[in-house]
């Protein structure tokens, strides 16, 4: 069992900057690639970005990809997304999930946290 809690969440203007952040405990949290899903009032929930469990290998949506950065602290059982140059549309609750292996689909998700939500005010 792996528990993930997410937090930094917040409402920010458009261009600024935020990080949020996710601390997992239970199993071995280098075992795991982390990802980053995000949701919209009345959306699927979406691909973000996501990091390897050992050599750090990143993959980004397309819509985030210069603008995000995940980044993960083994020592520390926790994973980050530091967001910049936000947008709008960026808006959504945003997800932290543990994956079985590196890979962008929810069907590999094992473990997901609560959410935070994130709004960008134009």
């Known amino acids: 069992q792996v528990q993930l809690v997410e937090s930094g969440g917040g409402l920010v203007q458009a261009g600024d900057s935020l990080r949020v952040s996710c601390l997992a405990s239970?199993?071995?949290?280098?075992?795991?690639?982390m990802g980053w899903f995000r949701q919209a009032p009345g959306k699927e929930r979406d691909f973000v970005a996501v990091?390897?469990?050992?050599?750090?290998?990143?993959g980004y949506a397309a819509s985030v990809k210069g603008r995000f950065t995940i980044s993960r602290d083994n020592a520390k059982s926790t994973v980050y997304l530091q967001m910049n140059s936000l947008k709008p549309e960026d808006t959504a609750v945003y997800y932290c999930?543990?994956?079985?292996?590196?890979?962008?689909?929810?069907?590999?998700?094992?473990?997901w946290g609560q959410g935070t939500q994130v709004t960008v005010s134009s």
């Open positions: 999930a543990a994956l079985r292996y590196y890979s962008t689909s929810r069907s590999v998700v094992d473990y």
């Open positions: 239970g199993r071995t949290f280098s075992n795991y690639a």
């Open positions: 990091i390897s469990g050992g050599s750090g290998t990143t």
